[in-house]
């Protein structure tokens, strides 16, 4: 029953505080950029209002607006100095946000390096490379123990013999089996066929009989 009664939690939102002020000085700018048109409108019909005047005769209003369009102008250049300072202030909050977004990332990696730091131990490192040097320190005694037992005389041996197995190891991948040397027995003629063959021979003496 009571999460009926419960206010659903509002979202967190991830618009910052800078966000707001850059989106705030981003509108500012627009603003100013829609006086200078407005500014830049009334200053050309300013000079055509004075010329016409002119051409009428009215000097004094002529003049008038002449002077209403050099402090229009003024204030022109004084929005174009504004919204120089503007664009700026908005650069440099952005430029600001990244750089945080940086530090922030330098601190999670900061905190991630001595988190990997504190789960090593120095001592077991000693150990381990302690261990490593002194496995390769054997091994290297084991190489010369053996280097020295053995004269060059010893080694050319070794490397002959080596040699001659190399060479028999391809001498039995190279030989044929051997060609058996008993003579293959002599198949057995059926009784028909022999009959046959007594038929063959017999048949040309009784021709020469009867001739």
């Known amino acids: ?22 989106l705030q000085l981003k509108q500012q700018r627009d ?17 055509q209002l004075a010329k016409k005047c002119l051409a009428s005769g009215r000097k004094e209003r002529a003049k008038l607006l002449l002077r209403k369009k050099k402090f229009q102008e003024t204030l022109l250049i004084n929005t174009d100095k504004q919204l120089e ?7 440099d909050i952005e430029y600001a946000q990244v750089e945080m977004k940086v530090l922030n990332g330098l601190k999670q990696g900061n905190e991630a ?39 060059e005389q010893d080694e050319e041996d070794v490397l002959m013999e080596l040699e001659a197995l190399a060479a028999e190891e391809e001498t039995e ?18 009784e028909t066929l022999k009959e046959s063959k007594a038929a063959i021979i017999e048949k040309p003496k009784k021709v020469l009989l009867e001739a």
């Open 1 to 22: 029953m009571g999460s009926f009664f419960t206010k659903n939690k509002k979202p967190i939102s991830r618009v910052t505080e800078q966000d707001k002020a850059v």
């Open 31 to 47: 603003r100013l950029k829609q006086y200078q048109k407005r500014i830049e409108l009334s200053l050309e019909n300013d000079r």
């Open 85 to 91: 300072n503007l664009e700026k202030l908005a650069a």
């Open 113 to 151: 390096l001595k988190k990997m730091h504190a789960m090593l131990d120095i001592n077991e490192i000693e150990k381990i490379m302690d261990e490593t040097r002194e496995g390769i320190e054997k091994q290297h005694e084991i190489d010369s123990l053996l280097s020295e037992a053995l004269s």
């Open 173 to 190: 991948k190279l030989k044929l089996p051997e060609v058996p040397q008993d003579e293959l027995p002599l198949p057995l003629e059926d």
